[in-house]
């Protein structure tokens, strides 16, 4: 069964990377987004409630 | 069978059977409760890392049904290619997570250094066998990490043994050699995390250690 | 004393970190999590295959070399002719030149398991080749005037062509000015010819054997030319570009890998020529280091002096931590 055609990805990621520079540094786009949004997560895992009935 | 020969059985059997059931008692192995300080999100990133390293797997699986070169020519190989990708992706990400979280824990404390020397162990691991992934893509990507690498390998002497232009050497370690390892790992680990517990919270600067309360007659129910 | 440290024997304190847990618990329902996590990171894996998929550039062939670039194609057999490319002055595991290694200090570990990987530059990568030719009769010529004249000829021949063609514009063989390079002129032209075809990417890699999975040869070959070199810094592959960490297209890499490029972009690394072994000996000690922190004083204390533990826990300490009178 040819499924080739019906699998076609939404964002197009295949043209030339984009890169930020930083002095000495120099990070993906794609990259710092993971990076950034780990950071986020870790924080959000802090400081969101996690669910459970308070104790009197 | 009596009590006596439970304890005192004969055999190597007999032997493993005791030794298990004293260090991993089945309600220690699999509990229906923790203590009440494990009520964070951040408790979420070792079983999501473990969740992910299964769909690896999976997905890699899936990649050996029809051989290395399948995802370059089938749509469908494609696809479970990108899964394969981003699982990684989610497992180095949710292990990272997991890795800070029990830095600011200290989660060493308590004799559980064991614990945490497998868990760096194991990201180390992991680093490997996400390099051999992207050695036997078979596409632009792997000849350029394979003749970058080589140099830093062959630096100091590892690459006379380990050779990442050897594409057949490479693919064996990262479906075989490098899975086992890992897997390997995080079960240890995480029997050491049913064995010791989950580390108690660290004291507050105006305590020597976290006074447990007493406890109610009844478990704090969620 | 609030420590981090195990309790000494001479102290015999309790290590209340140790013992089992009597305080209160709260039910927790550790296979319907793992269940829950094992279907959200499914679910999310496909969402994000579907999403983004996966790149996949295709991989340069000494054919695709050969006809897109020629001059440097050339160029690079003549190196590997007259002795002077990466591979052939490479040292352990590929050639017998100890002075080639690189250095941590007195040390050079690249020489300890000596050469494993026998490359002969001129046999594998340009004599051999050619000898699997169905020949014509300038190439049978050159190749016995070759094979017939002793090393020193041979190496006086491909270090004057190679000198040549470096002179050259543009690296051109066609541009090369008059000398005496013996055969070496044809036999390159003959590689070429053979590359352009597609057959010396068969011939490097069958090795005289049918089945083989073993890449060494071609690989090196074409990483001692500049055009692989090239298609990999216009995706920002290159060594100085961070390039460790980094996939081609808009795709993220392996961001894990931030730490061990970092130390090639800086001094003494970014412009030592032991930079490889150096960067490796320090990621060594630095993954010892971290696989070890519950030993190392002073970095085990970090989460008691960065107190994320506070926010972590600050239920625990508000609802049942209660300080005793």
Do not use: C
Not at chain 3, 30 to 48: H, M, N, Q, R, S
Not at chain 3, 125 to 132: A, E, H, I, K, S
Not at chain 3, 240 to 256: K, L, R, S, V
């Amino acid at each position: 069964m040819q499924l080739g055609a019906q699998f076609v990805q939404a964002v197009n990621l295949n043209h030339p990377g984009r890169y930020v520079h930083w002095g000495v540094i120099q990070i993906s786009v794609a990259n710092l987004v993971v990076i950034a949004v780990m950071i986020a997560i870790f924080v959000l895992a802090i400081l969101l409630p996690f669910p459970g009935r308070r104790r009197k | 069978m009596s009590a006596e020969v439970e304890e005192h059985g004969p055999g190597w059997t007999a032997w493993v059977r005791r030794r298990a059931l004293r260090s991993f008692p089945p309600d220690q192995l699999l509990p229906d409760s923790q203590p009440v300080y494990v009520a964070s999100w951040t408790y979420v990133f070792g079983v999501a890392t473990v969740s992910a390293f299964l769909v690896v797997l999976g997905t890699g699986g899936i990649l050996t049904l029809r051989g290395p070169a399948w995802w370059h020519a089938s749509g469908f190989g494609h696809f479970i290619n990108s899964t394969h990708l981003w699982s990684v992706e989610l497992f180095m990400g949710f292990m990272v997570i997991h890795l800070w979280g029990k830095f600011f824990m200290a989660a060493w404390r308590g004799k559980r250094a064991m614990t945490w020397i497998t868990g760096a162990v194991s990201f180390l691991a992991s680093v490997g066998a996400a390099f051999t992934g992207y050695l036997t893509q078979q596409n632009l990507a792997s000849q350029w990490i394979a003749t970058q690498a080589k140099d830093g390998l062959n630096s100091v002497g590892i690459g006379a043994y380990f050779n990442v232009l050897d594409f057949g050497q490479m693919l064996m370690w990262h479906i075989v050699l490098l899975p086992l390892a890992i897997g390997l790992l995080i079960v240890v680990h995480v029997l050491l995390v049913r064995r010791h517990g989950v580390v108690p919270p660290l004291p507050l600067p105006d305590e020597k250690t976290p006074a447990p309360a007493a406890a109610t007659s009844e478990a704090v129910q969620s | 004393m609030t420590s981090l440290a195990r309790p000494t024997s001479s102290h015999r304190a309790l290590d209340r970190d140790f013992e089992p847990w009597s305080g209160p618990k709260r039910p927790y329902d550790l296979v319907k999590e793992f269940t829950v996590a094992l279907v959200v990171v499914t679910l999310l894996t496909v969402l994000l295959a579907a999403l983004f998929s996966s790149p996949d550039e295709k991989a340069v062939t000494l054919g695709g070399w050969a006809n897109a670039a020629p001059n440097d194609f050339v160029a690079t057999a003549a190196t590997e002719l007259d002795g002077t490319s990466g591979s052939a002055t490479y040292g352990a595991p590929y050639t017998h030149d100890k002075s080639a290694a690189q250095k941590i200090g007195p040390l050079a570990p690249q020489n300890w398991l000596g050469v494993t990987t026998p490359i002969d530059s001129v046999q594998d990568f340009v004599v051999r080749p050619l000898q699997g030719v169905p020949s014509t009769p300038d190439l049978t010529n050159a190749l016995k005037v070759w094979t017939g004249a002793s090393a020193d000829q041979q190496q006086k021949w491909a270090a004057a062509y190679d000198d040549a063609l470096a002179k050259a514009a543009d690296n051109d063989p066609a541009q090369v000015a008059a000398g005496d390079y013996g055969p070496v002129p044809v036999m390159l032209n003959h590689l070429l010819t053979l590359a352009q075809s597609g057959g010396l990417d068969g011939a490097l890699l069958a090795q005289g054997r049918f089945y083989q999975t073993d890449y060494t040869k071609p690989l090196l070959f074409i990483a001692d030319g500049t055009y692989l070199e090239g298609l990999a810094r216009d995706q920002h592959l290159g060594g100085d570009q961070w390039g460790m960490m980094n996939e081609t297209g808009n795709y993220p890499g392996q961001a894990w890998l931030w730490l061990y490029t970092f130390w090639y972009q800086v001094k003494p690394f970014s412009t030592s020529g032991n930079a490889d072994a150096l960067v490796w000996g320090v990621m060594a000690l630095l993954s010892a280091i971290f696989v070890f922190i519950p030993f190392i004083p002073g970095l085990r204390s970090v989460p008691k002096f960065i107190p994320v533990y506070r926010l972590i826990w600050r239920r625990y300490y508000r609802e049942f931590d209660k300080p005793t009178a």
